[in-house]
């Protein structure tokens, strides 16, 4: 998969493709207010008390092991709604308008490995920015899964199946280093036009902090507080994490990564307008589709074609515009990649094994003619 197998917009659509989508978005800036804050206050409620639940029933395990099952579920639970529905959302902005102490893009930290403001400077920027753009979006399989003929096949690249799955089992953690990889702060080479927006001792400090107080919140302080069970303690929040971390993997895959996900060169998106990059953003995007209770434990990345075309929409509105954005790209003849989750995910399986093998490019004079 190269560039694009669907033709560029047109000046003309370009522009009539985001006034629409601009229209679309102002319409719905109009309604944010009292229940967004609402919605996110009772969701944070849900994943307070689910996080409680767990624990107790985990704890509980004194008494009988059969409270392992329910509690692992229970803290894995609140864990994937405070990674997902909570942080990524609030660490996008979305709800800042509310004006809450904590729950903002500036104070709020997540439950997981990663630092906030390391992955708001990758993923908010970088990735948002530059969405599929060969050479420019780092999020792009993270430097480590070969997922277009347009990057050079190497060696690794055989085994990435397996790479892929250890990558989805510690995802945090991959998150985490994510920056420092791309910064080449332990290992390899630095590049000339590679530049940080802070210190390789700045991002270390940040990394280890924020890993050492994960790993010392679930895995000593939690077991210690049960001292009798300690073992089975620890166990049981390495397996909520573990039950996380699949999770949120394999949402994001499918939604970035799906068979059908377009791919871009940087050339072809310079001087790039606003219609234009609206229309990049719906052809390297993928929803599925699911249940309200699916949506929300996405964070509705479900409905990851309206989380790239706004961002800084809370997310839970992406539910009812989709279906309105999905008419606006049929009118425009925009491919709007959507099906089931497990169709999806396969997808994604798929593109990830296909790729595992060597393969030439395509010519890009083959595949692009202006409308």
Not at 235 to 252: D, E, G, K
Request: charged share 20%.
């Amino acid at each position: 998969m190269t560039f694009s197998t669907t033709s560029p917009l047109s000046a003309d659509k370009s522009a009539r493709l985001a006034e629409k989508l601009d229209a679309l978005l102002k319409q719905e800036r109009l309604d944010l207010g009292e229940k967004d804050a609402r919605y996110l206050e009772r969701l944070v409620s849900t994943q307070r008390l689910l996080a409680l639940v767990g624990r107790v029933l985990i704890a509980a395990c004194y008494f009988s092991l059969w409270f392992l099952v329910p509690g692992v579920l229970c803290l894995a639970l609140a864990k994937i709604i405070d990674n997902m529905e909570i942080g990524h959302n609030v660490l996008h902005g979305q709800y800042d308008f509310i004006r809450h102490p904590y729950l903002n893009s500036n104070q709020f930290e997540w439950d997981i490995a990663c630092d906030a403001k390391s992955w708001q400077r990758t993923h908010n920027f970088e990735h948002h920015t530059y969405t599929n753009i060969i050479g420019q979006d780092r999020d792009y399989g993270y430097g480590l899964l070969r997922l277009s003929n347009d990057y050079r096949w190497r060696l690794q690249n055989s085994w990435q199946l397996v790479t892929y799955f250890l990558l989805s089992s510690l995802f945090q953690w991959g998150v985490s280093y994510h920056e420092l990889a791309a910064q080449r702060v332990f290992f390899g080479r630095k590049k000339a036009d590679r530049h940080s927006q802070v210190s390789d001792s700045e991002l270390k400090k940040a990394f280890f902090g924020k890993g050492a107080r994960q790993l010392f919140k679930d895995y000593l302080l939690f077991p210690l507080l049960c001292w009798p069970v300690f073992g089975y303690v620890l166990l049981a929040n390495l397996c909520a994490n573990f039950i996380r971390n699949w999770w949120t993997a394999t949402v994001i895959f499918c939604g970035h990564f799906t068979e059908n996900a377009q791919v871009f060169y940087p050339e072809d998106c310079e001087n790039e307008t606003r219609g234009q990059w609206y229309y990049r953003q719906i052809l390297g995007s993928s929803n599925f589709t699911g249940s309200k209770l699916l949506h929300i434990l996405t964070g509705h990345l479900s409905c990851q074609i309206e989380h790239h075309l706004f961002p800084d929409l809370p997310a839970w509105r992406y539910r009812h515009l989709a279906p309105q954005v999905q008419a606006i790209a049929n009118e425009f003849g925009i491919p709007y990649n959507t099906n089931s989750f497990l169709r999806q995910y396969l997808t994604v399986l798929v593109r990830i094994a296909r790729h595992s093998f060597p393969s030439k490019p395509l010519k890009a004079a083959e595949i692009r003619s202006d409308l």
